[in-house]
């Protein structure tokens, strides 16, 4: 079974540029989570929805970030404009959230690096 | 907000030895769950804890939950080279979603 498809798997930008990050959740999963990693910080959450409505975006850094879920098998998450600072591996994850999980699933990530 | 310290942050070992780590939490969490990232992909889940007590294994890896709830632990026996890697663990408390501690480093000698 396919997991988390998470693309493009690297981008390189200028500062300025809006940078979009896809992801494909697991085919039955009915949570999303984006996450943002960076040796300073670790892994920080940034929004995470369920059936495809927005829970909690209270990780957002800043206005700059936004995302979007617009299917159970979709989500975007959009930096505009992008700034060097917002350089991190990017990842998704998806659950099932029954009664007792909260067992999330990672896709690959996301290199970014904005110069 | 809730804080999970996890020790210690890196560790040397070599091949066969058995390895222990663990997570502490300021407060307590409902739910455990162990975690292995390799160089260049996403954390990759290797057991879930969901009672106090608890205590399961998935091959050589082995996890308790702690009867105070607000400790974890992860055990590795006979490591081996693949073993390497960082693994996180991870928990929630009275909130829904995920927090993650810091990561061990692990890195085994042959």
């Known amino acids: 079974d396919a997991g988390v498809i998470q693309s493009p798997r690297h981008e390189v930008t200028e500062m300025g540029q809006e940078v979009t990050l896809r992801c494909k959740p697991i085919?039955?999963?009915?949570?999303l989570f984006w996450y943002r990693q960076t040796m300073m910080r670790g892994l920080e959450l940034l929004i995470y929805?369920?059936?495809?409505?927005?829970?909690?975006d209270s990780g957002m850094p800043e206005d700059r970030f936004s995302a979007k879920m617009p299917n159970a098998s979709f989500s975007t998450l959009k930096i505009q404009p992008s700034e060097p600072r917002d350089s991190a591996v990017y990842f998704c994850?998806?659950?099932?959230?029954?009664?007792?999980?909260?067992?999330?699933?990672f896709g690959p990530g996301t290199r970014l690096t904005v110069t | 907000g809730q804080q999970l310290n996890q020790s210690p942050q890196s560790m040397f070992i070599q091949e066969g030895e058995d390895v222990s780590m663990n997570c502490t939490s300021s407060?307590?969490?409902?739910?455990w769950l162990w975690y292995k990232q390799d160089p260049g992909e996403g954390p990759v889940l290797l057991i879930a804890?969901?009672?106090?007590?608890e205590l399961t294994s998935n091959g050589r890896l082995t996890a308790q939950f702690g009867i105070t709830r607000k400790d974890s632990f992860l055990n590795i026996s006979a490591s081996i080279p693949s073993d390497v890697g960082i693994y996180f663990c991870a928990g929630t408390g009275t909130a829904s979603k995920l927090t993650f501690g810091t990561g061990t480093r692990l890195q085994v000698t042959l």
């Open positions: 929805f369920n059936n495809n409505v927005p829970i909690d």
């Open positions: 994850a998806s659950s099932f959230r029954g009664l007792f999980s909260y067992e999330q699933y």
């Open positions: 804890l969901y009672k106090a007590g």
């Open positions: 407060s307590i969490f409902n739910t």
């Open positions: 085919s039955g999963h009915n949570s």
